[in-house]
């Protein structure tokens, strides 16, 4: 079993920065792609970003591509989403997960480990 407890949400004015952390307790995450998702009041969970298990592999969504990047430390079992040029639009809560497989993915249904999500929360 996993645990996934995300932290380093808070309130930042439009064009800031924020960087979330996702601290994995339980067993090693180094096989498991990571992902991270976001869920604004009335709307689905969406997708962000993922990396690989190895860390080598990234995918964005749309929205955020070139102002997100994804990482992780294996070594403290750890993944971080850094978030640049924040909008009014990209606030929300932020849920980190872990997939059971090293594949990134951006496929919800593929991840079976969630934290309990950290809010972020854009001023304009």
């Known amino acids: 079993q996993v645990q996934l407890v995300e932290s380093g949400g808070g309130l930042v004015q439009a064009g800031g920065s924020l960087r979330l952390s996702c601290a994995a307790s339980?067993?090693?995450?180094?096989?498991?792609?990571m992902g991270w998702f976001r869920q604004a009041p009335g709307k689905e969970r969406e997708f962000v970003g993922t990396?690989?298990?190895?860390?080598?592999?990234?995918y964005y969504s749309d929205s955020v591509k070139g102002r997100f990047t994804i990482s992780r430390d294996n070594a403290k079992n750890t993944a971080y989403l850094q978030m640049n040029s924040l909008k009014p639009e990209d606030a929300a809560s932020y849920y980190c997960?872990?997939?059971?497989?090293?594949?990134?993915?951006?496929?919800?249904?593929?991840?079976?480990?969630w934290g309990r999500g950290t809010q972020v929360t854009v001023s304009s």
């Open positions: 997960a872990a997939t059971k497989t090293t594949i990134a993915t951006s496929r919800k249904y593929e991840y079976v480990y």
């Open positions: 339980g067993r090693a995450i180094t096989s498991y792609a």
């Open positions: 990396i690989s298990g190895s860390g080598g592999t990234t």
